[in-house]
């Protein structure tokens, strides 16, 4: 259902952006993503509603990471910048109903590794 791409090895205050390209059944879903890191639970990263297009997004990557969608597409994008080691990690996309708590759909994760 979600597949997501674009991740890759980076150095320290580089950029990458991830995609996650969903299938007509995830339309009107809000769009998240999420990550882990090794020996870490799985965290929340940003979210993009379906209706407004609100976003929402940790405190750690606020004004470093963007969350956005092309529609049209059915894609999500997270758009990384000023990556830190801290960063490090497997980012999955998920999908939401609108309305609901639970991420249903998920994707099988992409490896984003920050060097320092």
């Known amino acids: 259902q979600l597949v997501e791409s674009g991740g890759g090895l980076v150095q320290v205050g580089g950029s990458l952006r991830l995609s996650c390209g969903a299938s007509?059944?995830?339309?009107?879903?809000?769009m998240g993503w999420f990550r882990q890191a090794p020996g870490k639970e799985r965290e929340f990263v940003a979210v993009i509603k379906w209706m407004g297009s609100r976003t929402s997004y940790t405190d750690s990557v606020k004004g470093r990471f963007t969350i956005s969608r092309d529609v049209a597409k059915n894609t999500v994008y997270l758009q990384m910048s000023g990556l830190k080691p801290e960063d490090t990690a497997v980012y999955y996309c998920a999908g939401r109903g609108a309305g609901l708590s639970e991420y249903t759909y998920w994707g099988q994760g992409t490896q984003v590794t920050v060097s320092s």
């Open positions: 007509a059944r995830t339309i009107g879903y809000d």
